[in-house]
């Protein structure tokens, strides 16, 4: 089994800057993708950002340009630099992993709270 633990969210003002990391433990497969995830109350879960095993990044639209995702392998952690917060930012964030084997995402973090107020 694989754990996800998400740190480093919190309550910032629009326009400031907040990294989240996420530490992963367990049964480590060296070929994977992790993702951060978000889900806004009212609102689906949605794709933020996504990294694989070798750097290849990508993001969704709304944050291309502000966030940066990024990864040590050594430690197992994943990280989420996210820069220019505005209000709907706000959001639970999710860490995520997928083998790379797998179609989908097969282990998730509990969950980081992020703020933005205006």
């Known amino acids: 089994q694989v754990q996800l633990v998400e740190s480093g969210g919190g309550l910032v003002q629009a326009g400031g800057s907040l990294r989240l990391s996420c530490a992963a433990s367990?049964?480590?497969?060296?070929?994977?993708?992790m993702y951060w995830y978000r889900q806004a109350p009212g609102k689906q879960r949605e794709l933020v950002a996504g990294?694989?095993?070798?750097?290849?990044?990508n993001y969704a639209d709304p944050v291309k340009g502000r966030f940066t995702i990024s990864r040590d392998n050594a430690k197992k952690t994943v990280y989420l630099q996210m820069n220019s917060l505005q209000p709907e930012d706000t959001a639970v964030y999710y860490c995520?992993?997928?083998?790379?084997?797998?179609?989908?995402?097969?282990?998730w973090g509990q969950g980081t709270q992020v703020t933005v107020s205006s």
């Open positions: 990294i694989t095993s070798g750097g290849t990044t």
């Open positions: 995520a992993l997928r083998r790379i084997t797998a179609a989908q995402v097969e282990f």
């Open positions: 367990g049964r480590i497969f060296s070929f994977n993708v």
